[in-house]
C-alpha cells in the first residue's frame, strides 16, 4: 500500500493504535500536542539520535525490522549509561516515496520489540516526506534518582576500569557486510559487461553468525546495569561504547581530569572477531579498541569493589585510573606503553 493512500494521521494511527502505557509516569502518551510525564521524586534522563541512509545504515544488508530494533536500542542504551531506566521513547521519521506502508510497519515493529524488552513506552514523535531516503530521530526519556545518576566526570584515581562484554564484533561484522556486498556489485558489473542474467548470489556468512548478530542486532545493557546494582556497586564514571573504546575512555578522563592506564592483554574478543581480522589482515587490537557500535559498558569504579567486579558475570576488568600527568597509556602484550588514541565520528564533507 501506497502510504499517500492513507496520508500521515492514517499512518501514525496504523502505527499506534494499540500501543498503551506501561509505566506509572507516563500520564498522557500518544495522541496531543505533547506527552505528558510525571516524575516527582527523580531526575529525567533525555537523549536522543538521528539515522541517516547511507551514512549510519545501508539498506542493502540490513532489513528495515532489525533497524527499527537497533535505532531503538542505540538510545535505550544511553540511558543505562547514566546509570537510569529507560521509560518512554518518541519516533520521528523522514520517509521517501519508495517505502510502502508495509515497509514502516516492519520498522516500528522493530521499534517496538526493543521498547517492549525493556518495557519502554511509545509516546509520540512525527512524520515528514524525505528527497533523500529515509530518516530516524528517536529520543528516549529515563529517569533516576539524583543520588544515582553516573555521570562521565566522575573516575578518580586508583579507580578500576571495566567493560561488558566483548569488544569489536560489531566493527567486524560491519567489514564482512560490505565485503559481500563488494562482491555482489562486482559480479552484477560482470554480468552486465557480458550480457549475462543477473546472478544468484549467497554471501558467506559461515562462522561468522556473531558478528553479524552485533551488528544487525544490537542489545542496551540493561543487565550489567541490574547487576551492579545487585552486587552493590555503583559506578564512579560510565558511558557505553558507541564510538570505540579509545574514544569512550578519553572522554572520561578529560571530563574527570584524570589519566588511564589499560592492558592489551585485558582486552575482552570474541574468538570470531580475531578470526575475521586476520581473514582481513587487520589488526584486532585497533578494531576492539576503535571498532564502535559494541554499545557494551565501559565503567570505573573504585578499587575497594576489585573482589565484587570479579565475581560478576560478563564484566571483565582491563585496567585502572591513574593521576592525569602519566597520559593515556595502552600497555601491549609485551610490555610496551602506547599513548591511546581514539579514532571517532568525524565530519567529512
Request: charged share 25%; hydrophobic share 35%.
Amino acid at each position: 500500500m501506497e502510504i499517500a493512500k492513507i496520508g500521515e494521521f492514517g499512518l501514525i494511527d496504523r502505527l499506534t493504535q494499540d500501543i498503551k502505557p506501561k509505566n506509572t509516569s507516563t500520564k498522557y502518551g500518544i495522541g496531543d500536542d505533547c506527552a505528558v510525564l510525571s516524575y516527582p521524586d527523580s531526575e529525567m534522563l533525555i537523549t536522543t539520535d538521528l539515522l541517516m541512509e547511507g551514512v549510519h545504515f545501508d539498506l542493502t544488508y540490513i532489513d528495515l525490522q532489525h533497524l527499527g530494533y537497533k535505532a531503538a536500542m542505540v538510545n535505550i542504551s544511553d540511558v543505562f549509561a547514566m546509570n537510569g531506566t529507560p521509560r518512554q521513547l518518541t519516533v520521528s521519521l523522514a520517509i521517501s516515496k519508495r517505502f510502502s506502508v508495509e515497509d514502516i510497519e516492519k520498522l516500528y515493529s522493530g521499534i517496538r520489540l526493543a521498547c517492549d524488552k525493556w518495557n519502554v513506552d511509545i509516546i509520540g514523535g512525527d512524520t515528514t516526506s524525505s528527497y533523500t531516503g529515509l530518516a530516524i530521530s528517536i529520543t528516549c526519556i529515563g529517569e533516576a534518582r539524583k543520588e544515582d545518576i553516573v555521570y562521565r566526570n566522575g573516575a578518580r584515581d586508583t579507580d578500576l576500569i571495566c567493560v561488558s562484554g566483548d569488544l569489536g564484533a560489531a566493527y567486524m561484522g560491519l567489514q564482512l557486510l560490505e565485503r559481500e556486498k563488494s562482491v555482489y556489485y562486482q559480479m552484477i558489473d560482470e554480468a552486465k559487461k557480458q550480457g549475462k542474467p543477473m546472478p544468484d548470489f549467497q554471501p558467506d556468512f559461515s562462522g561468522k553468525e556473531y558478528l553479524l548478530q552485533r551488528q544487525l542486532q544490537t542489545e542496551a545493557r540493561g543487565d550489567i546495569i541490574q547487576r551492579l546494582r545487585e552486587a552493590g556497586i555503583r559506578p564512579t564514571a560510565m558511558m557505553d561504547v558507541s564510538d570505540g573504546l579509545s574514544s569512550e575512555l578519553l572522554h572520561i578522563c578529560k571530563q574527570s581530569g584524570v589519566g588511564c592506564r589499560i592492558f592489551e592483554k585485558q582486552l575482552p574478543i570474541d574468538y570470531q572477531t580475531a578470526v575475521m581480522a586476520e581473514e582481513m589482515n587487520m589488526n584486532v587490537t585497533t578494531c576492539a579498541l576503535n571498532g564502535g557500535e559494541d554499545y557494551e559498558l565501559v565503567f570505573t569504579v573504585p578499587i575497594g569493589d576489585h573482589e565484587k567486579i570479579e565475581q560478576l558475570e560478563d564484566v571483565k576488568l582491563i585496567g585502572h585510573i591513574t593521576d592525569q600527568k602519566f597520559g593515556h597509556v595502552l600497555v601491549s602484550r609485551d610490555g610496551q606503553e602506547f599513548e591511546l588514541k581514539a579514532q571517532g565520528w568525524n565530519f567529512e564533507k
